[in-house]
């Protein structure tokens, strides 16, 4: 099974974005991406690479909800 984090792009230099995942910055390649990104908006990451562009919202909520499965993770309830 593959999992892609939903990141939000911080600088961007060429194919090359410094990404933020809750404070943990990363850089992702975007040359895999169909579409340009901007500063601020968010992507999919899977193994380095940008997938897809993700709308604020979508991006906002995923991370919600992988926040708050890995808090019942660590409560023992998953």
Not at 47 to 58: C, M, N, P, T, Y
């Amino acid at each position: 099974m593959c999992l892609a984090i939903p990141a939000r792009v911080v600088e961007i230099c060429d194919l090359s974005a410094l990404v933020d995942v809750q404070g943990a910055r990363r850089q992702a390649n975007l040359m895999l991406l169909p579409e340009p990104v901007a500063v601020g908006e968010f992507v999919l990451v899977h193994a380095g690479f940008a997938i897809q562009k993700l709308d604020r919202q979508e991006g906002e909520e995923t991370l919600r909800l992988f926040h708050e499965v890995m808090g019942r993770m660590q409560e023992g309830e998953i």
